[in-house]
């Protein structure tokens, strides 16, 4: 990391300690230290619980403390949602960033992973507005494997469906229809999801009622293996509903895509990601 880099980072983070740890994990150093606490000092005020040397210093710094639209889950304030879904929730510092900006919504965080559920639970404790569910959704009741294929460990979150790798659990699955009837929830405003590679046959699995009323759609998408293909079924069982963007740097192997519903087009139509 370059010095201007670090210095952004600490003045963005208003912490020489989170630079420091961010630092860290960008030489690939720090695995297996134990944990870190970030005091969120620009936004809840609140602590978020952090692996060292791992990717959970980059999710805090490109969804918390890039400014304004340049942030990773930043939305139009005007969207005011009633329920998100956060689908893959990781460690739930997007879960935290979204009930933050929309103190009127109600935050349901989804993450399989029994390590990363631990952390999600106590970042999550912050605020009383993000229900936990430590289950994967998918079309039907069930397991599911899901393998790393981050043989370093760095990539917390890389857990896939899809993936090869030696480091490989058990998760369990929830149908979609069954586990929103069970957490109250008729209807959805917004989704967030980062699922590796899961994200159609998820999506697929929403009652279309449900689908077509959210307000908008957004996440991760994937450029390389089965996932690939499965980007492009997503973007087009979208676009049934959506207007949809995509952004994809020349430097990062995943991309973004934003789905608008397409009566709400007109009035956010200057809509952009800066990334």
């Known amino acids: 990391m370059t010095p201007g880099k670090f210095l952004k980072v600490a003045l963005r983070a208003r912490s020489f300690a989170f630079a420091r740890a961010y630092a860290e994990a960008a030489r690939g150093e720090g695995r297996g230290l134990g944990r870190g606490r970030y005091a969120w000092r620009a936004g809840d005020g609140g602590k978020i619980a952090f692996r060292r040397g791992t990717s959970d210093l980059g999710l805090i710094y490109d969804i918390l403390l890039k400014p304004g639209d340049k942030g990773e889950y930043w939305l139009p304030p005007t969207l005011e949602p009633r329920t998100i879904l956060d689908i893959g929730g990781n460690i739930g510092v997007a ?20 390590a990363n559920v631990e952390l999600l639970r106590q970042n999550a404790s912050h605020s009383n507005r993000i229900e936990v569910h430590a289950f994967a959704l998918g079309g039907e ?6 393998r790393l294929p981050d043989a370093s460990g760095f990539n917390q979150g890389g857990y896939s469906a899809f993936a090869g790798g030696a480091a490989q659990i058990r998760a369990p699955v929830r149908r979609v229809e069954g586990a929103l009837a069970t957490a109250g929830i ?13 994200e159609y046959s998820i999506l697929s699995a929403f009652p279309e009622r449900v689908i077509a009323g959210a307000k908008w759609i957004y996440g991760e998408l994937h450029s390389d293996g089965v996932a690939a293909a499965a980007d492009f079924r997503t973007l087009d069982y979208l676009s049934r ?3 949809i963007e995509t952004a994809k740097s020349v430097r990062k192997r995943n991309y973004f895509f934003d789905a608008c519903r397409r009566d709400l087009g007109p009035a956010l139509r200057d809509f952009r990601r800066y990334r």
Do not use: N, Q
């Open 95 to 114: 879960s935290r960033y979204l009930a933050h900006h929309f103190p009127a919504a109600r935050v349901h965080a989804f993450e399989p992973v029994p």
């Open 141 to 146: 009741d069930g397991e599911l494997t899901l």
């Open 186 to 198: 008729e209807a959805v405003d917004v989704i967030k999801i980062d699922t590796e590679g899961a």
């Open 241 to 243: 509903w959506f207007d």
